[in-house]
């Protein structure tokens, strides 16, 4: 039997790793310069976790979820997100006592079962930052103004952020409640799933990517106009800090997300490449949740960026980051005899050692004229060549795979010719 992945779950190539390495080191860079620290959480989690800080009545929780139960019984979830498991870490290990503002990064898989299309497959990766212990604005306008840079940093162009606000919990419950008159006349015109959500979370009306959902939506009442005199003012010094920043942004009346813990601030990132479904990231407030799953009273937010859709976005693009800034080495050893393949080992490791660059050598004994073309290949700066005539002399051949220009060195200078001709 020949077996397959499971549709939706897909395999990434050695091809394609690269840009995978490349994104997750310019964001463990970012996140660092920004004073966050890695936190990994478990795959699997209590799937009462989710229910109870996504919302029982989410598309997430009722379509979307893997749940099984185990040998005890108990009912497990693959996790769906990352917000809900590094606020459950922080309760469960008291980090909040240590230190009054928690900043964490994660990166990692998470899943979700959705038809599987472009951009969106069951088993999917995230690169998400989570700030608690903050209810100021600064803390809104820092997390924006980062997840900014980080996309720059990673050399994607022309994205949009979204911007807008559901207020406080109260201002939510009275815009759900001026929404839901508004679509109750106008039931008709909305798809099934959207006249179920009216029931039971009628926010979620507001995110349906439905055509005709769209067009009831559009002349819907503004959340702004619900909003008390506080989340007025929070909203306008956030949008004024942003501006200060040069963080150029899109005030988008009718964004909510998809998770009933945000309230005030919410945020989407989207990429016209990426067609209909957008959405490369995405994020919010979510000042309650730490407070409903156990923990102590304590603001927070954070946001997610889908390594996928990034990858897809930065594809389009003119000039793809992985072709640009990944190689499979800098340096190859090209040897001919056992003596040379040994000494070429060694002169790898003194290359790894010394100057903290890839050395590539040959361990299936091809010949010079196959070690050369795969060298070339792969891509690499520069190859090492020797042989027994340069083991005798103690010497070297190093040939500059791009001017195809060669010469001969002693052995004992090598690191130092690499490091000029590197610069």
Known sequence: MK???????????????????????????????????????????????????????????????????????????????????????????????????????????????????????????????????????????????????????????????????????????????????????????????????????????????????????????????????????????????????????????NLVRGLDYYTGTVFEISHHALGSQDAIGAGGRYNDLVHDLGGPDMGAVGYALGIERIILALKGQEKPLAQTETAEGDIYIATMGEAAKIRGMRIANDIRKDLKLRALTDTKEASLKAQMRNADRRGVRFTVILGDDEIKKREVIIRDMRTKEQINISESKITQTIQERMK
């Open 3 to 253: 077996y397959q992945s499971v549709r939706g779950m897909e395999d990434i190539l050695p091809r394609d790793i690269a840009i995978w390495q490349r994104l997750e080191e310019i964001a463990r860079n970012v996140f660092e310069s920004y004073g966050y620290v890695q936190i990994r959480t478990p795959i699997l989690e209590e799937t009462s976790l989710f229910v109870r800080s996504i919302g029982e009545a989410t598309d997430i929780v009722t379509k979307e979820m893997y749940t099984l139960q185990d040998k005890k019984g108990r009912y497990l979830t693959l996790r769906p997100e990352g917000t809900a498991p590094v606020v459950r870490a922080c309760i469960e290990h008291n980090l909040y006592k240590s230190q009054t503002e928690i900043k964490l990064y994660y990166m990692g898989p998470m899943f979700r079962s959705e038809r599987p299309q472009k951009g969106r497959s069951r088993q999917f990766y995230q690169i998400g930052a989570e700030v608690i212990g903050n209810r100021s604005v600064f803390g809104d306008a820092e997390i924006l103004s980062q997840v900014n840079k980080l996309l720059k940093s990673m050399r994607l162009k022309d994205f949009s952020i979204k911007l807008n606000t559901l207020g406080c919990k109260k201002d939510k419950a009275a815009f759900a409640a001026i929404l839901k008159k508004y679509l109750s006349a106008r039931k008709n015109r909305l798809c099934e799933d959207c006249k179920k959500r009216l029931k039971k979370n009628v926010l979620r009306v507001l995110d349906c990517k439905n055509e005709a959902c769209i067009f009831v939506i559009k002349e819907a009442p503004d959340i702004r106009d619900s909003l008390c005199s506080d989340c007025v003012k929070y909203f306008k010094a956030l949008t004024a800090i942003l501006k200060a920043l040069g963080v150029s942004f899109i005030e988008e009346k």
